[in-house]
């Protein structure tokens, strides 16, 4: 799995939660809640969902690094090869 | 036999655009089914019956915008025969008569075809495209999603008939919606004498335990703080009566029940208080479940009209990333409406030892034809106590 489909993993688990912001422009470098109206309810289903979607468990202690596009990537990936699940 | 009338949903509302009958003549209800869906200024709402029976005769056509209180149909209780077209309208009706059947355009090109449901993204988005959401098909699934609007945007067929000159109009249109705001607030502000009582709240142990308790459960069953603050304002309602109910008529009516409206914000503005009915009652788990239910509807599906108009009370959660204090307007016929601001982290004398806490400022807005600060002041002590204590909730 690479960059494109972890960001591909995000972004479904993005628009699961805010349908509205698929053709919204998406600067991969800033919060979520930064950029659009998306509150921490909104973060909540949105974190639960990545984990749906990936099956990698998140602590709310990593709540932080994945408020960004690039932060979730980097996120999952790290997830990934620690478990022996990354091919990168 | 019973008549089924267009309900108000709210202070604000004086019509509704009927946009799908969910049952159909012959078809057996249950009381609390939801039988029909309103476009209303804040959206489509759900409506449900309060009589068990046999939906007999529907006198209100998709696409029709009719007044509160309209028939719009008729429903069979017990053993009646089938309704003859005789049935004597009773005098509320009388007074505000159904207007000629003459759905306008833009009502009639917002609604989709009978029986089939639409997601919320697909509704905007086919809007957006200007597509006659009737000539929309749904999918296999009886739904018309964004991939069946995008299909039809393909489809020439789907914007033929569309009337010319016909103003596009989203599921939620927001100058609407601040219409609807703008009367409930002035509303509010003209009758009510509101008085405003706060407290700065400790929070800290209500956190701690919070992010002890989410360190072990798994990220589904993982609770927002907002549910321990929800569960604990209805608590601390239920046990101050003269700020849980409804003032009709210049009485006030105090509820047994503590039917909790939540404001929630909705995505590019607005805002909706569905109700957590018997708040008070639901463990974390459940007041959780309900809060993301609402969340989730608001956000992109449908409210009923329980949810609308059951509201005892109403809780209002600025959220991170806001400001401290949040002075909270009554939403009427309620009496009350608790307003939190953001957390923030302050300087903490007890005990003549300083430290730092995470607080929050709690505010209730009170109507003073009913209560007084006092009561305010004895809901706050009781907040306060309770989320002191948060296992317990």
Known sequence: ?88 | MSEFRMPSLGADMDVGTLVEWMKHPGDHVTRGDAIAAVETQKGVIEIEVFETGILDDIRVQVGQRVPVGTVLAVIRTGNEAPAAQTVAEKPAAAARPTPPVAPVAAAVSSVTPAGAKITPAARRRALELHLDLLALRAGADGVIGLREVEASRAAPAATASRPPGAAAKPGIDMSEMRKAIAAAMAKSWREIPHYFVSSTIDVEPMLAWLERENARRSMPERLHYAALLIKATALALKAVPVLNGHRVNDVFAPSSQVHLGIAIAMRGGGLIAPAILDADTLDLADVMTHLDDLVVRVRGGRLRSSEMTAATATFSNLGEDTADTLQPVIYPPQVAIVGCGRIVERAWAEHAVLSTRRTMVVTVGGDHRVSDGRAAARFLGHLNELLQHPERL
């Open chain 1, 1 to 88: 799995m690479n960059d494109a489909d972890l960001e591909r993993q995000v972004r479904a688990a993005l628009y699961s939660v805010a349908p509205d912001l698929e053709s919204e422009p998406l600067d991969p470098d800033r919060r979520y809640r930064d950029q659009f109206e998306f509150d921490s309810m909104d973060f909540l289903h949105f974190a639960t969902e990545l984990h749906r979607l990936t099956g990698i468990d998140i602590p709310e202690s990593d709540y932080r690094r994945v408020e960004t596009l690039k932060g979730a990537v980097a996120y999952l990936k790290e997830k990934r090869i620690a478990k022996g699940g990354g091919d990168a």
